[in-house]
């Protein structure tokens, strides 16, 4: 464990634990969004996937606190870099012009929390239900197909997960030069990655709230 | 052509500092951006007020002397070159420039625009080395060395060491400067017995002048006057993980 | 003062052996009682710093940059020769010797110059073996090109930043060695006196540019690697800051300065295009491989190059030269662009240029071989000048580019003053009255990592351990010194700038102690020199004070000593009324027009000893005796 935590000093091997749990979050929304997409085959197909999740029983809890200690690692390691960042110039210029960087990479550490804050409601909204009296613990899909129904939650969703490309946009092809992953050969190839994830990841969620508007999922 | 300049004035280290409008007029487009400065800089003197301090050497673009921001581009909108080499054909009659120093913790003012890099200096004698004493090498063709990579590592070994990667970063931090010279060395077989130590030094040396972490916003690179790759910053990070993960040490 | 060059005795080839067995060992447990300080970051200095630090010495080493990693010899661009005979082309250690006693015109001294060949080899392993990334062939093995007529392949090369890359390599082992604790690094220092005590050279003053600070530093010898002084013409390739200040404080305490007038001027530079000019660049000589050099027939033709046809054209060094052609020694085609150009006929803004064009070599090898060939340099070019290349020709000048005069040294490189040395461009000694192409960057690194570290301990060993302290009279005195001079330079705050009088005086040179020399000129030269002085004297404008970054006083003072300099070298170039190598008097010319030598007469090295502020310098003689190489005329026809 000694020479994990002399890694972590260093801001490299902050930036690698920022991008394995980068990563690691992002195969879980993969799957989540696989997951989610179930919708579409109607509430019996959805609502036995929900089930079969819950039936998981202390595995689910298992996976349920892995996934905090991930976010919780990622959120206090950006936090951590942040502040040796922002340490690192302490007069600021007076113009500064961008040249190769991106607004997603500008923004990372606004979408980051926001993304956050929106995974606490999310959570308070459809896996603990709160202030909604239709909710049915038992019954995911009629859960989903009603909170979407309300066209300002959607947005709320639908704005979140744009901001959530954002993130992923410059977090996709950010983690593989953090690990070192780099080729010239295959430069290309990693952009054309991180366009493919996130591209699916967005539309596979967005899919979701626009499907029950749209009024294709009832 | 005639040119306003908002300029950095800054007496020493203590002082605040502070904008300064100024004018140039008479500029020819055949100067370097330098020799723009020469002018202004010869009519302040005639006027009895101090020239503006700005590092310089060999005005062509290798020592690393030189740079500073302008209009929020470290060495100026021209890329893959250095401002000594820019010249005013670049900009056009009234034209707005902001000339400021290069800002980081770890590059502190000196006076106006000229700052003190030796931070890059400690992060070299930190490792950026191969320990070979004078006398006591093989002969230089005993060991082959893949065109391939003697090509690479040339390119890493380019850096002139100027800061503009450190300045235009978001976040100053010095990736781009330091993983250069540990690619140079690591893609060598001469600089393999040292290459993990060499990696793991040079990174606590750059923590501890204060620059900021890389997020691969790739700015460094696009500044850089010797166009020094992205692919470096990885081959650093590749290094330090097998540094760290696999060595004693 | 008595010039011995103490050469080693015994045949060519064993010298440098002989003096290695016979000189005085300091024991290793016994070096570190030894300080020596170093001057210069360069690839002399550099080398030197970190090679005696391995040793065990105790190092200072200054430079004036704000690192030492940006000493001028990072511009270098062609390469680096060695005797490797890589290439299988019949090259040797003698060859190497003899082309560089021959290419300097037979005014370098023999056993000097045998070392350096005999060194060359080790240079190539050493920095190979620090990292420097030389080109490579497909096979991985090391690349070499032929470079400023040598007929044979022994240049080595690092794309074209050859200088840059020897430079990194030497401040790697000299990081490695401030790191370690065995060099104390000081930066953004200029070397202001050098102190004597008993007769020794004990120390230095140099002023700290950052706070104003004038600090005194003593140890057991002092190595000067401080470059060269191509500077006193203003406008020259070498970078803003080089200077003859240290060397000169040097001459002042008693060393003697050697063949002051040999210069060197580089054929390939891009012009000056304006009087606000601060510097001029090189363009790599190995262009006048495929581009062919011209100007119009005509006087005063204003057409663009295009529409002059080609009946129009004088090719004049193909025409003067046909065996050699456009590739003719520098200081040849130096002189006759010159000559071309004063006839009215040179091309571009100013009438100070001639043509280079590439359109024949793009015909021959198409535009893409070229640009595999070229590319760097034209881009260069085009960045420049905002012309391209591939379109229309290329437009040079001469310039000032190289000094091979400096502080006369003994084969130990000790200069008349004990436990004063001198190595790289600062010193006089390898290349005679001119210095062939790739041969500068050896001689640096040859001083620094092979000569040196050995050459020191003989007189160390003999001297003992221990100095005076800075707080010695010497260093008080030589303080006082310069405080007043900074003093009274910042008190006049005149009208002239530093820059406008260095641009008179840089003027002055290159018209009559440039790439031609009569006595007329000269005679006028030293004449009104007097009379730029004093306007320095009396109407210099240095703003600010002494105890702060002030860049217009480290100007000055550097011009100061330029001012006196000047005079010495136009000195020099009256007395040798001899042409040799890149000293061209009108007066001896062949009938064709060649630099013609007179061995009778000048057979020897020129060392000019100072006599006090406003006295006439004395010229000693050393003289040259050629026992390997056959003294022949030059001749490129
Ligand atoms: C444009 C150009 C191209 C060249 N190309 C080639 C080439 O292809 N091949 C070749 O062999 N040669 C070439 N040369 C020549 C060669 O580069 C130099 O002669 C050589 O590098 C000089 O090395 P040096 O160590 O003696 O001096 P420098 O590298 O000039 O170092 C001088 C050092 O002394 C310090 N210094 C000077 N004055 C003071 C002072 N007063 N106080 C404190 N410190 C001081 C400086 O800071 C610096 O560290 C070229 C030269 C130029 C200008
Ligand atoms: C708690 C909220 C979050 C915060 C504060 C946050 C913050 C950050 C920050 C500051 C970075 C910076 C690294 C960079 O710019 O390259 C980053 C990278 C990244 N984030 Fe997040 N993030 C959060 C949530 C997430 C989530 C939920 C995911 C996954 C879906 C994610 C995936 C990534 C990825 C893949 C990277 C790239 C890692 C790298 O550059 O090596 N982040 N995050
Ligand atoms: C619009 C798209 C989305 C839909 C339809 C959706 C749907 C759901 C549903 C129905 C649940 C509850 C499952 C249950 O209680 O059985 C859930 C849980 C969860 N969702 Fe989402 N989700 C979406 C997007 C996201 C995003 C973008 C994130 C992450 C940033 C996320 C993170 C979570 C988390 C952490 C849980 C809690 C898992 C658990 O119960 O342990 N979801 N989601
Ligand atoms: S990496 Fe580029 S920008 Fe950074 S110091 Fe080196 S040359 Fe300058
Ligand atoms: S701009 Fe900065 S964030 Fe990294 S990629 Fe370059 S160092
Ligand atoms: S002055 Fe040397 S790089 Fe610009």
Same mark, same amino acid.
């Given at each position: 464990?000694?020479?994990?935590?002399?890694?972590? +000093?260093?801001?490299?091997?902050?930036?690698?634990?920022?991008?394995?749990?980068?990563?690691?979050?992002?195969?879980?929304?993969?799957g989540?969004?696989?997951?989610?997409?179930?919708v579409?085959?109607?509430?019996?197909?959805?609502?036995?996937?929900?089930?079969?999740?819950?039936?998981?029983? %202390?595995?689910?809890?298992?996976?349920?606190?892995?996934?905090?200690?991930?976010?919780?690692?990622h959120?206090?390691?950006s936090?951590?870099?942040?502040r040796?960042?922002?340490?690192a110039?302490?007069?600021?210029? +007076?113009?500064?012009?961008?040249?190769?960087?991106?607004? %997603?990479? +500008?923004t990372?550490? @606004?979408?980051?929390?926001?993304?956050?804050?929106?995974?606490?409601?999310?959570?308070?909204?459809?896996?603990?239900?709160?202030?909604?009296?239709w909710f049915?613990p038992?019954?995911?899909?009629?859960?989903?197909?009603?909170?979407?129904?309300?066209?300002?939650?959607?947005?709320?969703?639908i704005?979140?997960?744009?901001l959530?490309?954002?993130?992923?946009?410059h977090?996709?092809?950010?983690f593989?030069?953090?690990?070192?992953?780099?080729?010239?050969?295959?430069?290309?190839?990693?952009?054309?990655f991180?366009?493919?994830?996130? %591209?699916?990841?967005?539309l596979?969620?967005?899919?979701?709230?626009?499907?029950?508007? %749209?009024? @294709?999922?009832? | 052509?005639?040119l306003?300049?908002?300029?950095?004035?800054?007496?020493?280290?203590?002082?605040?500092?502070?904008?300064?409008?100024?004018?140039?007029?008479?500029?020819?487009?055949?100067?370097?951006?330098?020799?723009?400065?020469?002018?202004v800089?010869?009519?302040?003197?005639?006027?009895?007020?101090e020239?503006?301090?700005?590092?310089?050497?060999?005005?062509?673009?290798?020592?690393?002397?030189?740079?500073?921001?302008?209009?929020?581009?470290?060495?100026?909108?021209?890329?893959?070159?250095?401002?000594?080499?820019?010249?005013?054909?670049?900009?056009?009659?009234?034209?707005?420039?902001?000339?400021?120093?290069?800002?980081?913790?770890?590059f502190?003012?000196?006076?106006?625009?000229?700052?003190d890099?030796?931070?890059f200096?400690?992060?070299?004698?930190?490792?950026?080395?191969?320990?070979?004493?004078?006398?006591?090498?093989?002969?230089?063709?005993?060991?082959?060395?893949?065109?391939e990579?003697?090509?690479?590592?040339?390119?890493?070994?380019?850096c002139?060491g100027?800061?503009?990667c450190?300045a235009?970063?978001?976040n100053?931090?010095?990736?781009?400067?330091?993983?250069?010279?540990i690619?140079?060395?690591?893609?060598?077989?001469?600089?393999?017995?040292?290459?993990?130590?060499?990696?793991?030094?040079m990174?606590e040396?750059?923590?501890?002048?204060?620059?900021?972490?890389?997020?691969?916003?790739?700015?460094?690179?696009?500044?850089?006057?010797?166009?020094?790759?992205?692919?470096?910053?990885?081959r650093?990070?590749?290094?330090?993980?097998?540094?760290k993960?696999?060595?004693?040490? | 003062?008595?010039?011995d060059?103490?050469?080693?005795?015994?045949?060519?080839?064993?010298?440098?052996q002989?003096?290695?067995?016979?000189n005085?060992?300091?024991n290793p447990?016994?070096k570190?009682?030894?300080?020596?300080?170093?001057?210069?970051?360069?690839?002399?200095?550099?080398?030197a710093?970190? !090679?005696?630090?391995?040793?065990?010495?105790?190092? $200072?080493c200054?430079?004036?940059?704000?690192?030492?990693?940006?000493?001028?010899?990072?511009?270098?661009?062609?390469g680096?020769?060695?005797?490797?005979?890589?290439?299988?082309?019949?090259?040797?250690?003698?060859? /190497?010797?003899?082309d560089?006693?021959?290419?300097?015109?037979?005014?370098?001294?023999?056993?000097?110059?045998?070392?350096?060949?005999?060194?060359?080899?080790?240079?190539?392993?050493?920095?190979?073996?620090?990292?420097?990334?030389?080109?490579?062939? #497909?096979?991985g093995?090391?690349d070499?090109?032929?470079?400023?007529?040598?007929?044979?392949?022994?240049?080595?090369?690092?794309?074209?930043?050859?200088g840059?890359?020897?430079?990194?390599?030497?401040?790697?082992?000299?990081?490695?060695?401030?790191?370690?604790?065995?060099?104390?690094?000081?930066?953004?220092?200029?070397m202001?006196?050098l102190?004597?005590?008993?007769?020794?050279?004990?120390?230095i003053?140099?002023?700290?540019?950052? !706070?104003?600070?004038?600090e005194?530093?003593?140890?057991?010898?002092?190595?000067?690697?401080?470059?060269?002084?191509?500077?006193?013409?203003?406008l020259?390739?070498?970078?803003?800051?080089?200077?003859?200040?240290?060397?000169?404080?040097?001459?002042?305490k008693?060393a003697?300065?050697?063949?002051?007038?040999?210069?060197?001027?580089?054929?390939?530079?891009?012009?000056?295009?304006?009087?606000?000019?601060?510097?001029?660049?090189?363009?790599?000589?190995?262009?006048?491989?495929?581009?062919r050099?011209?100007?119009?027939? $005509?006087?005063?033709?204003?057409?663009?190059?295009?529409d002059?046809?080609?009946?129009?054209?004088?090719?004049?060094?193909e025409?003067?030269?046909p065996?050699?052609?456009?590739?003719?020694?520098?200081?040849?085609?130096?002189?006759n662009?010159?000559?071309?150009c004063?006839?009215?006929r040179?091309?571009?803004?100013?009438?100070?240029?001639?043509? /280079?064009?590439?359109?024949?070599?793009?015909?021959?090898?198409g535009?893409?071989?070229?640009r595999?060939?070229?590319?760097?340099?034209?881009?260069?070019?085009q $960045?420049? !000048?905002?012309?391209?290349? #591939?379109?229309?020709?290329?437009?040079?000048?001469p310039? =000032?580019?190289?000094?091979?005069?400096?502080?006369?040294?003994?084969?130990?490189?000790?200069?008349?003053?004990?436990?004063?040395?001198?190595?790289?461009e600062?010193?006089?000694?390898d290349?005679?009255?001119?210095?062939?192409?790739?041969?500068?960057?050896?001689?640096?690194?040859?001083?620094?990592?092979?000569?040196?570290? #050995?050459?020191?301990g003989?007189?160390?060993?003999? $001297?003992?351990?221990?100095?005076?302290?800075?707080?010695?009279?010497? #260093?008080?005195?030589?303080?006082?010194?310069?405080?007043?001079?900074?003093n009274?330079?910042?008190?006049?705050?005149?009208?002239?700038?530093?820059?406008?009088?260095?641009?008179?005086?840089?003027?002055?040179?290159?018209?009559h102690?440039?790439?031609?020399?009569?006595?007329?000129?000269?005679?006028?030269?030293?004449?009104?020199?007097?009379a730029?002085?004093e306007?320095?004297?009396?109407?210099?404008?240095?703003?600010?004070?002494?105890?702060?970054?002030?860049?217009?006083?480290?100007?000055?003072?550097?011009?100061?000593?330029f =001012?006196?300099?000047?005079?010495?070298?136009?000195?020099?170039?009256?007395?040798?009324?001899?042409?040799?190598?890149?000293?061209?008097?009108?007066?001896?010319?062949?009938?064709?027009g060649?630099?013609?030598?007179?061995?009778?007469?000048?057979?020897?090295?020129?060392?000019?000893?100072?006599?006090?502020?406003?006295?006439t310098?004395?010229?000693?003689?050393?003289?040259?005796?050629?026992?390997?190489?056959?003294?022949?005329?030059?001749?490129y026809k």
């Amino acid at each position: 464990m000694n020479w994990f935590l002399d890694f972590y +000093r260093s801001t490299v091997g902050k930036k690698v634990v920022m991008a394995v749990t980068g990563a690691m979050l992002v195969l879980f929304l993969v799957g989540h969004m696989l997951g989610n997409l179930q919708v579409y085959l109607g509430a019996e197909a959805y609502n036995h996937y929900a089930e079969a999740l819950k039936a998981l029983g %202390a595995g689910l809890w298992a996976i349920r606190l892995g996934l905090l200690t991930i976010l919780v690692i990622h959120l206090w390691s950006s936090f951590l870099l942040w502040r040796t960042s922002s340490n690192a110039r302490p007069v600021s210029y +007076r113009k500064w012009t961008p040249d190769a960087s991106s607004y %997603a990479s +500008r923004t990372m550490r @606004w979408t980051g929390p926001i993304i956050a804050s929106y995974a606490l409601f999310h959570i308070l909204h459809l896996t603990v239900g709160v202030q909604q009296p239709w909710f049915d613990p038992h019954n995911v899909y009629s859960n989903v197909v009603r909170g979407f129904s309300n066209p300002l939650l959607s947005g709320i969703y639908i704005v979140s997960m744009l901001l959530l490309v954002f993130h992923l946009y410059h977090g996709a092809w950010s983690f593989l030069q953090s690990l070192g992953a780099n080729h010239p050969r295959y430069n290309q190839w990693r952009k054309n990655f991180a366009l493919v994830v996130t %591209a699916a990841i967005g539309l596979g969620f967005i899919a979701v709230p626009l499907g029950v508007l %749209a009024g @294709w999922v009832k | 052509m005639n040119l306003t300049l908002y300029v950095w004035r800054q007496k020493d280290a203590n002082d605040k500092g502070r904008m300064v409008q100024l004018q140039a007029s008479g500029i020819s487009e055949h100067m370097s951006f330098l020799e723009m400065l020469d002018v202004v800089n010869e009519d302040l003197l005639k006027k009895g007020d101090e020239p503006i301090a700005f590092d310089h050497d060999c005005r062509e673009g290798i020592c690393g002397m030189c740079g500073m921001m302008v209009n929020g581009k470290a060495h100026g909108p021209q890329d893959g070159t250095c401002l000594c080499q820019l010249h005013m054909r670049t900009f056009k009659d009234g034209d707005v420039l902001y000339l400021e120093p290069w800002r980081a913790r770890a590059f502190p003012v000196i006076r106006d625009l000229v700052v003190d890099r030796s931070a890059f200096d400690r992060i070299i004698q930190a490792g950026g080395f191969i320990s070979v004493n004078s006398g006591s090498a093989q002969d230089a063709n005993a060991i082959p060395i893949p065109k391939e990579n003697a090509d690479l590592a040339m390119d890493a070994a380019a850096c002139i060491g100027c800061g503009a990667c450190v300045a235009q970063c978001p976040n100053a931090s010095a990736a781009l400067f330091v993983s250069a010279k540990i690619s140079q060395l690591a893609l060598l077989p001469q600089g393999q017995s040292e290459r993990h130590i060499r990696v793991r030094k040079m990174i606590e040396q750059m923590d501890r002048e204060g620059f900021g972490n890389c997020t691969n916003h790739g700015e460094c690179e696009a500044v850089c006057p010797k166009e020094i790759s992205l692919n470096n910053i990885a081959r650093m990070n590749r290094d330090q993980i097998v540094a760290k993960v696999t060595k004693a040490s | 003062m008595k010039l011995d060059a103490k050469i080693p005795a015994g045949p060519i080839a064993e010298k440098w052996q002989n003096a290695k067995f016979s000189n005085k060992l300091v024991n290793p447990a016994n070096k570190r009682k030894y300080t020596v300080i170093v001057v210069g970051s360069g690839l002399a200095g550099g080398a030197a710093a970190a !090679t005696m630090a391995e040793l065990g010495y105790k190092v $200072k080493c200054f430079c004036y940059q704000d690192s030492p990693r940006r000493a001028h010899s990072l511009a270098a661009q062609g390469g680096i020769n060695a005797a490797k005979n890589y290439q299988g082309d019949g090259d040797s250690i003698f060859r /190497l010797f003899y082309d560089t006693v021959k290419g300097g015109d037979y005014r370098s001294r023999e056993a000097n110059v045998y070392r350096l060949a005999e060194v060359s080899n080790n240079i190539i392993d050493q920095c190979v073996a620090q990292g420097v990334p030389f080109a490579r062939e #497909y096979g991985g093995y090391l690349d070499n090109r032929s470079f400023g007529g040598a007929q044979v392949s022994r240049t080595f090369y690092a794309r074209g930043q050859t200088g840059q890359q020897l430079l990194l390599g030497c401040y790697s082992a000299l990081s490695r060695q401030i790191g370690a604790g065995t060099v104390e690094m000081y930066t953004r220092r200029d070397m202001m006196d050098l102190v004597l005590v008993d007769g020794r050279a004990e120390g230095i003053i140099v002023r700290n540019q950052v !706070t104003g600070e004038l600090e005194a530093h003593a140890a057991d010898a002092v190595v000067l690697a401080t470059g060269g002084y191509a500077n006193a013409f203003f406008l020259s390739t070498n970078a803003k800051g080089c200077s003859v200040s240290a060397a000169w404080q040097a001459y002042r305490k008693g060393a003697a300065f050697a063949n002051p007038c040999f210069t060197q001027i580089h054929p390939t530079c891009i012009p000056v295009s304006g009087d606000y000019q601060s510097k001029l660049t090189l363009m790599s000589e190995s262009l006048r491989n495929d581009g062919r050099i011209w100007v119009p027939r $005509k006087q005063g033709d204003t057409r663009a190059a295009g529409d002059i046809p080609e009946s129009e054209r004088e090719y004049y060094l193909e025409e003067r030269y046909p065996s050699f052609g456009n590739l003719v020694p520098r200081d040849v085609a130096s002189r006759n662009a010159k000559a071309v150009c004063d006839e009215g006929r040179g091309v571009g803004e100013g009438g100070l240029g001639v043509y /280079l064009d590439f359109a024949d070599a793009i015909e021959r090898m198409g535009e893409d071989q070229v640009r595999a060939k070229y590319g760097n340099l034209f881009h260069m070019y085009q $960045k420049i !000048t905002d012309e391209n290349p #591939y379109q229309v020709p290329m437009r040079i000048y001469p310039a =000032l580019h190289y000094t091979m005069g400096g502080l006369w040294v003994d084969y130990n490189l000790m200069s008349t003053i004990d436990g004063l040395f001198v190595l790289g461009e600062a010193n006089f000694s390898d290349h005679g009255a001119n210095r062939l192409g790739a041969s500068a960057l050896m001689q640096g690194l040859a001083d620094g990592y092979f000569v040196i570290p #050995y050459t020191i301990g003989n007189y160390l060993a003999a $001297k003992g351990a221990g100095f005076a302290g800075t707080d010695h009279t010497e #260093y008080r005195a030589a303080i006082e010194g310069i405080n007043d001079k900074v003093n009274s330079i910042l008190s006049v705050k005149g009208q002239s700038s530093v820059d406008e009088i260095h641009r008179k005086l840089g003027l002055l040179m290159w018209e009559h102690c440039g790439m031609a020399r009569e006595e007329a000129g000269l005679k006028k030269a030293l004449s009104e020199m007097p009379a730029i002085a004093e306007e320095f004297k009396t109407s210099v404008n240095v703003p600010g004070s002494p105890g702060e970054f002030n860049q217009t006083l480290v100007k000055a003072l550097r011009l100061a000593d330029f =001012l006196e300099f000047g005079e010495l070298m136009v000195r020099d170039a009256l007395e040798r009324s001899e042409s040799c190598g890149g000293h061209f008097r009108l007066e001896s010319q062949t009938e064709e027009g060649e630099a013609l030598r007179d061995d009778e007469n000048f057979a020897h090295v020129s060392a000019w000893e100072y006599k006090g502020a406003g006295e006439t310098p004395v010229m000693h003689k050393e003289p040259l005796d050629f026992e390997y190489v056959k003294l022949t005329q030059r001749s490129y026809k």
